[in-house]
């Protein structure tokens, strides 16, 4: 390894990993709970693991080569499974994230154009403006303020994704958005022990009953803005060329009948929650994560600051100019993954690792678990972004980190995500020391997300340089 930092490096706290499997009532009421208290030590030391039981068979695969297999080279034989449409299926059923098969294709195609490398990095600009209008209005002087991290990060996200994909007709939400997701993620979104065990959908959740007010609010707001969008392009005004608008008028060229290429208003609203619940809801927690990482290691934050004092989006090459600030990123995404699980059903019979795997197999592949596994990492355990910088990201293997996913069902928005984040932490520390409050750690909990189990608080002051 090149340019590696002397003090030791920090090591966040972890959830205590189990020494044996958990019986089932147990596992299923961890799993409703937080299903990072479910991980043994073997899953953080052993390639893989297979068994029969009581929800059927189930491997866990942690492996670069049986995550390439099962996301990339075989990935037509495994899909996404019902559990994942129970728990998100009545939001975003219509959506990239949850449908399969041609439906899927046929989305694909249509935002795929969307979110090319040109497009994204023409959106820089606007969220550099975005990002330097929140943190001037901190009003952060050099006595410290407590500023509520997670708060902070999803309206600054939240006003991102508004002013860049959606021409800030999202504006003024942000906050009602904030406690809608809050409450739906806390007690909606759970992995309801009823849907593992595949009750009938007329079985009461108690879950979804409890977060009916903050769905019924999500769909209300997205109806709202695509029937006023709708409207003016009926009325022939001139439309802001914006995701909204390509979503109404995107069109997929390999439609057979002239007319039927383009989305419905049913699947224009469950794309915009998917990038609203999971593109907004998961660059803000990986934001939050590296806040606090930052805080705990002085060393890094100096570097970023270095980087931040000679940031300008207006310059073509802006992001190579910010390796440490990038590395930061990508090793709080390591660390505290957004997406800490990715579950597939084998639709047939394959082999993985040497093990045959019979149709109908759940397969498990957990980033929380791949990112942190002994074989693949030197320390794991560590805070050290320099394993990112240029030098040494090309000794990754790419099927051991995937904070996206990877294959066919990469995040389609992991560009514009990963510019997003860096452009945030780089407008931050140029302007801002962060510090700790506390040696309390926060605690990571899977609410489908990765979040902490309390807010993440933070003292910021203004930098006296800045």
Not at 43 to 65: D, K, R
Not at 84 to 109: F, I, K, N, Y
Not at 280 to 303: F, K, M, N, Q, Y
Not at 430 to 446: C, F, L, M, N, S
């Amino acid at each position: 390894m090149t340019d590696t930092l002397s003090p030791p490096p920090f090591r966040p706290w972890t959830p205590p990993r189990r020494d044996r499997p958990m019986p089932l009532v147990s596992f299923l009421w961890q799993s409703w709970r937080d299903p990072l208290q479910t991980w043994s030590r073997r899953h953080f030391e052993e390639p893989q693991q297979f068994g029969q039981g009581p929800l059927g068979a189930v491997i866990v695969v942690s492996h670069p080569e049986g995550v390439r297999r099962v996301l990339t080279e075989n990935a037509a034989n495994y899909e996404k499974g019902a559990l994942q449409r129970r728990v998100l299926g009545p939001l975003l059923s219509d959506g990239l994230l949850l449908t399969e098969g041609e439906v899927w294709r046929r989305a694909r195609r249509i935002l795929a154009p969307l979110f090319t490398p040109a497009r994204t990095v023409a959106l820089s600009g606007r969220m550099a403006e975005v990002c330097r209008a929140r943190v001037e209005g901190w009003r952060l002087s050099t006595a410290p303020r407590v500023l509520n991290i997670d708060t902070e990060m999803s309206g600054l996200t939240f006003d991102i994704l508004s002013a860049t994909l959606f021409s800030d007709d999202l504006g003024g939400e942000a906050e009602g958005f904030e406690r809608a997701l809050n409450r739906y993620l806390s007690v909606g979104a759970r992995i309801d022990p009823l849907d593992v065990l595949d009750a009938p959908n007329w079985v009461p959740r108690l879950g979804r009953l409890a977060s009916f007010r903050s769905a019924r609010f999500f769909e209300q707001s997205v109806a709202r803005l695509v029937k006023t969008r709708r409207a003016r392009m009926d009325a022939g005004d001139t439309l802001p060329a914006d995701l909204l608008s390509a979503l109404l008028t995107a069109r997929d060229e390999d439609a057979r009948e002239p007319g039927a290429g383009g989305l419905n208003d049913r699947e224009v609203a469950a794309n915009i929650l998917t990038f609203i619940l999971a593109g907004h809801e998961t660059t803000a927690r990986t934001l939050g994560w590296a806040l606090h990482l930052i805080s705990r290691a002085p060393e890094v934050a100096d570097r970023l600051k270095a980087e931040a004092d000679a940031f300008d989006p207006t310059h073509a090459g802006w992001a190579d100019r910010l390796p440490w600030t990038k590395a930061v990123i990508e090793e709080a995404m390591r660390l505290f993954p957004p997406a800490p699980t990715l579950a597939r059903i084998a639709l047939a019979p394959d082999e993985i690792g040497g093990q045959v795997i019979p149709a109908g197999t759940t397969v498990i592949i957990s980033p929380w678990v791949l990112h942190r596994h002994e074989r693949l990492w030197d320390d794991p355990a560590a805070f050290r972004p320099e394993r990112f910088l240029p030098a040494n990201r090309k000794t990754i293997d790419r099927y051991a980190y995937i904070p996206f996913s990877a294959g066919p069902r990469v995040c389609i928005g992991a560009a514009f995500a990963l510019q997003e984040a860096t452009i945030a932490l780089a407008t931050i520390l140029g302007a801002a020391d962060v510090e700790a409050i506390t040696t309390v750690e926060p605690r990571p909990v899977h609410q489908i997300t990765l979040r902490s189990a309390r807010p993440i608080r933070l003292k910021l002051r203004r930098r006296k340089t800045a």
